[in-house]
């Protein structure tokens, strides 16, 4: 029986750069799920007896999300939803689901890298029919409507065992538990060379993936230890846990130190890899060198040739403004566009559907392609093995050979958390205000020669995307970013981005904090971050 419940609005569900993100509790407030989930039902149009795709990452509270959700499908008149089994779906597998059985779109729970448990993170967010993240029209109208919201529908209905593959019906919906693992890993085998890296790990050639007991944990060990033959036990921290175990399952140098340790040791494995909460992050080590983001998507684009599904080439490369340059010189040689969007996967989206770009990456490890409207981090994982085994050669050496042809974009991110809100607003404020006055100046011995605010009109729409991260020029090519993150769920992230430029016939072989030393002062002297927030740190390099 379908009813319609009475509701309050909330007046904090403004979805961020990935959904809405809040801690636990404040998502187990009265009517607060069904509230969104209502406001996103009610911006949608024309999805009477549609497909609907709903999984997650396995954090905790994804399993009574995922019921409610259900029930809440099948009153407002979807005809099927499809559910990854165990409420797990990663997010590219899930966009992947969405487009491979023409779902109408998708509910994605997960707060992607940031930590999980009881008083921990939450997300959701929504997904159109091209399987990637709404764009802003879209959670604009959303956002709109969880403000005057009044009511919800739901139907009376015992909870779906979502453990079991199969059908069972709410209602008269259609609902299909579906093996999370299957359709995604079919779709690898149909973009990479899964012989050719058999053979590369079965003469003897050792890789190690860190699951951060998160979602991909079961991807992993399919494709990787079970279908290219490395075995079980080259996948750690495999099972998804709803605490992630108690760490932070972001792939990053701080919260993924145990893989960094193992693989700078002496007896290291030649390839180390993890990816984060949601599975649409990754981490890339070499033997005794660690790749950057940025470098990784530069790297990777000017290598996807050698992988079946690239083999024809790419139509373009879309990068994030925080992302180095690195990739911009790979489409320069390639002779193909390089687009430079602000931050989030949706602003791709466009590109991707239009043909414009074939490639993506963002410098908070998400890299992707035009297989999916997600960043995926195992998709990262499986080509750099696809061109590992087609080189014949070790990341180090393929490191080293890129820049000695491109040069070196020395590159690094500081974060500082859980910053009050009006301090971080003030101090961006102040930044802009000193824009006009910023070039041809001199701070902390660096001549300034560009400052602006970064805004992006989208080559395919037309919309505008103002106020997207404050950009300073030097004179030589290297640059300070400063932006507000949008993934948090609670204060203000300030992230730093500092990048220097090394020609090809410079020093390539500078420790990075050495190298970067100069234009971090830059940015302090130019922000004032100790005098706004009182931090004299970041609480997080990466």
Not at 179 to 204: C, H, K, N, Q, W
Not at 315 to 335: C, F, H, N, Q, Y
Not at 391 to 420: C, P, Q
Request: glycine residues 12%; charged residues 20%.
């Amino acid at each position: 029986m379908t009813t319609t419940v009475p509701t309050t609005p909330y007046q904090d569900q403004k979805p961020g750069t990935s959904g809405l993100r809040k801690k636990v509790p404040h998502f187990q407030q009265p009517n607060y799920i069904e509230n969104f989930v209502q406001a996103i039902f009610d911006s949608l149009t024309g999805f009477e007896g549609q497909t609907l795709v709903v999984g997650g990452d396995g954090r905790f509270y994804n399993r009574e999300v995922i019921q409610i959700v259900l029930r809440m499908a099948a009153a407002n008149g979807f005809g099927r939803v499809l559910v990854g089994q165990g409420g797990i779906l990663s997010t590219p597998a899930a966009s992947n689901v969405i487009r491979k059985y023409g779902a109408f779109g998708g509910i994605i729970l997960s707060a992607s890298h940031n930590p999980g448990g009881p008083t921990e993170d939450f997300g959701i967010k929504y997904n159109t029919g091209n399987g990637g993240p709404a764009p802003e029209s879209v959670t604009d109208a959303i956002y709109a409507r969880t403000k005057v919201i009044d009511a919800y529908k739901i139907v009376t209905a015992p909870d779906v065992d979502i453990d079991v593959i199969g059908e069972t019906f709410v209602e008269g919906m259609s609902v299909q538990v579906i093996d999370s693992v299957a359709d995604y890993a079919a779709l690898m085998e149909t973009l990479f060379d899964f012989p050719a890296i058999r053979d590369l790990i079965g003469g003897g050639f050792r890789v190690v993936f860190d699951a951060m007991s998160a979602v991909t944990g079961p991807y992993a060990l399919e494709i990787i230890g079970r279908r290219l033959g490395a075995g079980e036990d080259a996948i750690f921290n495999a099972v998804p846990l709803p605490d992630f175990g108690g760490h932070h399952p972001d792939p990053n140098l701080v919260h993924a130190h145990d893989l960094y340790e193992r693989m700078m040791a002496a007896d290291a494995p030649d390839f180390g890899a993890a990816s984060d909460g949601d599975g649409d992050r990754n981490l890339i080590i070499g033997k005794h060198i660690f790749v950057t983001p940025s470098d990784s998507l530069a790297m990777l684009a000017a290598n996807a040739h050698l992988a079946p599904g690239y083999a024809a080439g790419l139509v373009g490369i879309a990068r994030s403004m925080p992302t180095s340059g690195a990739a911009d010189r790979v489409a320069e040689k390639l002779g193909i566009p390089l687009f430079e969007t602000p931050t989030g996967w949706k602003f791709f989206g466009n590109l991707l559907d239009a043909g414009m770009a074939t490639i993506c990456g963002e410098e908070s490890a998400g890299t992707g392609s035009d297989h999916v409207r997600e960043k995926d981090g195992l998709w990262a994982v499986l080509l750099w093995l696809n061109i590992l085994a087609k080189r014949g050669e070790s990341v180090k050496a393929i490191a080293e050979a890129h820049w000695a042809t491109y040069g070196r974009n020395y590159y690094a991110r500081h974060d500082y958390e859980g910053i009050e809100t009006a301090a971080a607003d003030t101090l961006m404020a102040s930044l802009r205000g000193k824009l006009a006055s910023l070039p041809g100046s001199s701070v902390a011995g660096l001549e300034v020669a560009s400052a602006d605010d970064f805004a992006y009109t989208d080559p395919v729409d037309g919309s505008v995307s103002a106020k997207q991260g404050v950009r300073i020029g030097f004179v030589g090519g290297s640059r300070v970013v400063f932006r507000l993150s949008g993934t948090g769920t609670s204060g203000a992230t300030l992230r730093v981005y500092i990048e220097r430029y090394e020609p090809a016939d410079g020093d390539l072989a500078q420790e990075t904090p050495q190298a970067l030393a100069p234009l971090i002062a830059a940015a302090e002297a130019v922000a004032g971050i100790a005098q706004h927030t009182g931090r004299t740190m970041p609480d997080v390099v990466t």
